[in-house]
């Protein structure tokens, strides 16, 4: 566990470069967790993190965050985003347009490998995650500035 716990941390380098976005409720209490990391592939950029509180799956807090974290990835001019994922998260990466490329190894456990996914992120990119540019919603997104922050989020 304590190496699946290192690879799902937030880093302050992370919230530095601002590469990681927070939903909040309408309350404050946070409702998800997004991040984007570098790829080693020309014009990708991956799905470092995503993450929604367990009450909060299902009510599209993770539409929204996948929504925006292509929408970042498109506006710092990435072409594809790149997604490893938990084996039981596959069917949201699949209902928001991701295509399944192949398996890849776990950053968090030795010997296990996940699903690869990949959105390439053309024009109808956002459109296939059923979130429209127009939609209203009750939780805002808020760009992580400090490690203090980033710490509430982990929790």
């Known amino acids: 566990?304590?190496?699946?716990?290192?690879?799902?941390?937030?880093?302050?380098?992370?919230?530095?470069?601002?590469d990681v976005w927070v939903a909040t409720a309408a309350g404050g209490s946070v409702a998800g967790i997004v991040a984007l990391g570098s790829s080693e592939q020309p014009n990708t950029l991956d799905l470092d993190k995503l993450f929604v509180e367990p009450q909060r799956i299902r009510t599209g807090v993770g539409r929204a965050l996948i929504a925006h974290a292509i929408g970042e990835a498109r506006r710092r001019g990435a072409q594809r985003l790149t997604i490893l994922s938990d084996p039981y998260?596959?069917?949201?990466?699949?209902?928001?347009?991701?295509?399944?490329?192949?398996?890849?190894?776990?950053?968090?456990?030795?010997?296990?490998?996940?699903?690869?996914?990949?959105?390439?992120?053309?024009?109808?990119?956002l459109r296939r995650t059923g979130v429209g540019f127009n939609m209203t919603t009750s939780y805002l997104y808020v760009q992580i500035n400090s490690a203090e922050a980033a710490n509430a989020a982990q929790h």
Do not use: H, K, W
């Open 1 to 18: 566990m304590a190496l699946a716990r290192v690879a799902l941390e937030v880093s302050p380098e992370q919230i530095a470069a601002g």
């Open 89 to 125: 998260a596959a069917g949201f990466y699949e209902r928001t347009g991701a295509r399944l490329i192949g398996e890849a190894p776990s950053d968090a456990i030795p010997g296990r490998s996940l699903p690869f996914y990949e959105i390439e992120l053309g024009d109808d990119a």
